[in-house]
């Protein structure tokens, strides 16, 4: 199998080309120093809310819904990996708890909507969104 395509950085503006990685030498330590701040000032999973208890909840409602939504309706088949709160609770208990703000999705699917919500992967963060 021949080398991975030379493919240009990810930071914007670079025209370094890298092979096997998105950022160029110069903008690798950006990225995980961003991303070392960002866990420095986030709260743990569980002052989240994300406990035990949740833990039990998740694990039942996946076993309930074993397919990713998002993917179904896409005409895709897909096992779910996350549970996600539709409208993002924001730290309020009862939306957390509220299983009919729960859906089933895969890991990749997840990941993209908690992204436009909050900001992630260069979106304008919604007004207000915490992750969900």
Same mark, same amino acid.
């Given at each position: 199998?021949? *080398? !991975?395509?030379?493919?240009?950085?990810?930071? @914007?503006? /670079?025209?370094?080309?890298? #092979?096997?990685?998105?950022?160029?030498?110069?903008?690798?330590?950006?990225?995980?120093?961003?991303?070392?701040?960002?866990?420095?000032?986030?709260?743990?999973?569980?002052?989240?809310?994300?406990?035990?208890?949740?833990?039990? *909840? !998740?694990?039942?409602?996946?076993?309930?819904? @074993?397919? /990713?939504?998002?993917?179904? #309706?896409?005409?895709?088949?897909?096992?779910?990996?996350?549970?996600?709160?539709?409208?993002?609770?924001?730290?309020?208990?009862?939306?957390?708890?509220?299983?009919?703000?729960?859906?089933?999705?895969?890991?990749?699917?997840?990941? !993209?909507?908690?992204?436009?919500?909050?900001?992630?992967?260069?979106?304008?963060?919604?007004?207000?969104?915490?992750?969900?």
């Amino acid at each position: 199998m021949g *080398a !991975r395509p030379l493919k240009p950085c990810s930071a @914007p503006a /670079c025209g370094a080309l890298v #092979r096997g990685t998105r950022y160029c030498p110069k903008h690798e330590h950006l990225t995980k120093q961003a991303a070392q701040q960002h866990d420095e000032r986030r709260e743990s999973s569980t002052q989240r809310g994300y406990s035990y208890k949740w833990q039990q *909840a !998740r694990k039942g409602f996946l076993a309930k819904h @074993p397919l /990713c939504v998002m993917c179904e #309706r896409a005409g895709l088949v897909a096992a779910s990996t996350d549970v996600d709160h539709i409208v993002p609770h924001r730290g309020d208990k009862d939306l957390f708890w509220t299983r009919s703000n729960w859906q089933a999705l895969c890991h990749s699917c997840h990941s !993209r909507k908690t992204a436009t919500e909050d900001g992630g992967w260069g979106n304008a963060k919604a007004s207000g969104a915490r992750g969900g």
